[in-house]
């Protein structure tokens, strides 16, 4: 039986938006730009959600992926994707790896019991069962895609094409 709620969060079911609906209909240059007294760019909050996702996957599936030697380097550093292309290619990265992460929702509970084991000491001393790093990853989109509603809502690109809440 697949984990439902985990499923509802990583598409934006209740209280959350669906995170797709939130990077699907922007351009590169709304993607690219950073509102005043923000700290990152769509495309920045992309691109570092698409590192933890592909690192948390990397390890479930038993790649030994280097673990980053400081926060930032998770973030790119440029705001603005070099191209229109950069940026098609972030999103169509960030549906994959959703799949990838629905795909493992739905497995068996023996498989989302099974332990991914830590790979650097910077990391929970405890290894963590496929199902708990999902949840961390689902809470991890939940957080990073309220930071985009933000930035858009800020760059007046808020809701998107799907709708979104704009009270």
């Known amino acids: 039986m697949p984990e439902e709620a ?3 969060l990583l598409y934006g079911k209740g209280a959350h938006v669906h995170p797709v609906a939130c990077i699907e ?3 590169s240059a709304v993607a690219g730009r950073r509102p005043e007294n923000l700290p990152s760019s769509i495309r920045q909050i992309l691109a570092h959600m698409n590192f933890w ?3 948390e996957l990397q ?3 038993g790649e030994k992926p280097p673990y980053p030697e400081h926060a930032i380097l998770s973030w790119p550093q440029s705001p603005a994707p070099l191209d229109d292309a950069q940026w098609q290619s972030a999103v169509s990265r960030f549906l994959a790896l959703l799949a990838d992460l629905d795909a493992l929702a739905r ?3 023996e498989e989302l019991a099974c332990e991914v ?3 650097d000491p910077k990391q929970s001393p405890e290894s963590h069962s496929v199902l708990a790093i999902l949840w961390q990853l ?5 957080y990073h895609i309220g930071q985009i509603v933000i930035v858009r809502r800020a760059l007046g ?3 998107p094409r799907r709708g979104g809440d704009s009270w």
């Open 53 to 55: 996702t592909n690192y």
């Open 157 to 159: 690109a808020w809701p």
């Open 117 to 119: 084991p830590v790979l």
């Open 6 to 8: 985990l499923l509802q």
């Open 138 to 142: 689902a809470i991890h989109h939940s």
């Open 59 to 61: 390890r479930i599936r």
């Open 25 to 27: 209909d922007i351009d």
């Open 107 to 109: 497995g068996t509970a």
